[in-house]
């Protein structure tokens, strides 16, 4: 779930942090508007830690903003970046993860970011996540899994089982 009071924000100076598209999940928890939800999962913000987030709706985008305000956090909205080798499913959430990867570097050993920016390139481009986008071939048949679990997940992976099955139809 991640957030304020979940059980694994318990770090107190993480270098960076960061949040994936938020929708409306684990609402129980939460709460049962996507403002509330963001409220929560802003709660990783640490004083004085960069924050980056994937784009968000405006209304979330506003709570990230003002949460961010509140801790002293700088935060950075990372468009996805389409010189990424991956699906354009994909290109979010990896660069999401290429940004926080840069920004630790650029903190913790900033000599190096030249250097290992085509590394975390290749990284994301290698990278294998079972369960996600996953085609799976036995024989003759092909199959599609994909672990969307909520409502805005679902409409992707539905997209993404059309673009991939096109040219079999």
Avoid at 82 to 104: G, I, P
């Amino acid at each position: 779930m991640g957030g304020e009071y979940d059980a694994t924000n318990v770090v107190s100076s993480p270098v960076v942090t960061a949040v994936t598209r938020i929708a409306e999940d684990h609402v129980k928890f939460l709460g049962y508007t996507i403002e509330k939800i963001a409220w929560h999962k802003a709660g990783i913000f640490k004083p004085r830690c960069p924050a980056i987030s994937s784009p968000q709706n405006e209304n979330v985008a506003k709570v990230l903003e003002q949460r961010a305000n509140e801790k002293n956090v700088t935060l950075l909205f990372v468009e996805p970046d389409s010189s990424l080798q991956v699906t354009r499913f994909q290109k979010e959430n990896c660069s999401l993860a290429k940004a926080v990867a840069q920004t630790w570097i650029s903190l913790r050993e900033p000599e190096r970011l030249t250097n290992l920016t085509k590394f975390i390139d290749l990284g994301i481009e290698k990278f294998d996540w079972p369960g996600r986008y996953q085609q799976i071939e036995e024989g003759n048949h092909r199959w599609f899994l994909d672990g969307a679990h909520n409502k805005s997940g679902l409409p992707t992976a539905v997209s993404w089982f059309a673009e991939m099955t096109e040219s079999q139809r």
